[in-house]
């Protein structure tokens, strides 16, 4: 069986450098055009090459969107962009529009191009016709089943890669193909600007009682009847291999830091553990499931992997996150005093027990010492957020270690 590669989102440069460290094979970042998180800080293009220079120093790779569906007022742009873009050396574009897809293979033709889940390919056919015109990849949509794809591995050429979705946000439209923010607020989804209608709250107008609102149930537990639960596959990596998926991808360039270093932590684990041997990866479910709960998340589904989603897979009386850690800050280089640098992100206090996450796996439970602002003077707790902080713990850190604190639970 051939290892899949994990396949890690990153919002900026910090996020990307976590993604690294905490077990990536692969990581896919946007630029400051063209890309669909036109919300998400993205990168540069002096960022976009530090990116790269790390994640290839550690052997990693990375890949970056141009998955908008274009206008025509967006093609000149595309091209001066790709014509920066390919003195940085990505390993791969991910595209969705055939325009931008023509532009790509004159501009750049010695990097790869991986065809975005926005182009909806749903059978091998499609994968067929992307490899004649000289895609490497295909993201599936979510709308198959792990039977569908097995399908689609059994009618394409070996060389032809299947990347798939396997943890994060669903979208209620077709392959994130939605209308209604562009609708309601006069921002397009499609060209990154997503206002997440999906999300609220609605009630019925009828149209001769202006003002008069009823409320739409699905039953009795609420009305958020396009608030779809979150994809977990922790669960489900011998069928995911066995279905010959090569990339598994984890959704999310607009999160943190710390929601990615324990998605990518937490998968790494997995993904290694079961080619170790399948009683590896079993007796090892509990810990995989409690990390996966530790970071923001809309419960659980499963998808279109075993079947269309029933009504379980909606959540009907809340639009919000489940979280159970907040974000503190990670360590950075050490100083002549041996303190550790953070930029702090949460406020936290000098005898506080906080969390300290180790790539490899550890979580140690620490007491914080001594915090000194960057004059040295010291300080009871850090309260503004981005401040450059110096700590101790009372033991020794790694650059890149994420700090968090368990929430009380209410």
């Known amino acids: 069986m051939k290892k ?20 990536a094979d692969a ?35 990375v890949y970056v969107t141009a998955n908008i569906l274009a206008h025509n007022n967006d093609l000149k742009g595309v091209k001066n962009y790709f014509l920066e873009l390919k003195e940085q050396m990505p390993d791969a574009l991910i595209i969705s529009d055939p325009g931008i897809f023509t532009i790509a293979r004159e501009i750049c033709p010695e990097i790869e191009i991986h065809i975005s889940t926005q182009a909806n390919n749903t059978n091998y056919g499609t994968y067929q016709f992307w490899h004649k015109l000289g895609a490497k990849r295909v993201v599936s949509a979510r709308e198959l089943s792990l039977q569908e794809i097995s ?16 943890h994060g946000a669903m979208c209620i439209s077709y392959s994130g193909r939605c209308l209604l923010s562009n609708y309601f607020t006069s921002r397009d989804a499609n060209q990154g600007a997503c206002t997440h209608p999906c999300r609220w709250k609605y009630a019925v107008v009828e149209e001769t009682r202006p003002g008069e609102y009823f409320p739409v149930y699905e039953n009795e537990r609420g009305t958020y009847i396009f608030n779809s639960k979150d994809l977990c596959m922790i669960e489900h990596i011998p069928e995911l291999v ?32 079961y080619f170790i041997s399948k009683e590896t990866y079993e007796k090892n479910m509990s810990w995989y499931l409690d990390q996966i709960s530790n970071c923001t998340y809309r419960q659980f589904t499963t998808g279109f992997f075993f079947g269309k989603p029933d009504e379980n897979t909606q959540i009907y009386n809340s639009n919000t996150y489940i ?17 550790y640098q953070i930029e702090q992100r949460n406020k936290f206090s000098v005898g506080e027990v906080i969390e300290v996450m180790k790539p490899e796996g550890d979580n140690l439970l ?27 713990l009372g033991q020794p850190l790694s650059k890149f270690d994420i700090l968090r604190r368990k929430e009380k639970e209410a």
């Open 323 to 339: 979280k159970e850690y907040t974000y503190l800050g990670m360590i950075g280089e050490q100083n002549k005093d041996g303190l």
């Open 242 to 273: 066995g279905a010959g998926i090569d990339s598994f991808k984890i959704e999310g360039r607009m999160k943190t830091a710390l929601y990615v270093a324990t998605v990518a932590r937490t998968y790494r684990k997995a993904i290694d553990d």
């Open 27 to 61: 990581v896919y970042i946007g630029g400051e055009a063209f890309g669909l998180r036109a919300k998400a800080k993205n990168f540069s293009m002096e960022d976009i090459k530090e990116g790269i220079d790390f994640a290839h120093a550690h052997g990693v790779k």
């Open 4 to 23: 899949p590669e994990l396949l890690v989102p990153a919002s900026n440069l910090e996020v990307l450098k976590v993604a690294v460290i905490f077990g």
């Open 366 to 392: 620490l007491t914080v010492k001594t915090i000194q602002d960057e004059d040295g003077n010291e300080m009871e707790s850090a309260p503004h957020p981005k401040q450059v902080l110096y700590i101790d």
């Open 151 to 166: 399908e689609i591995h059994q009618n394409i050429p070996e060389e032809m890669e299947i990347e798939t979705f396997i």
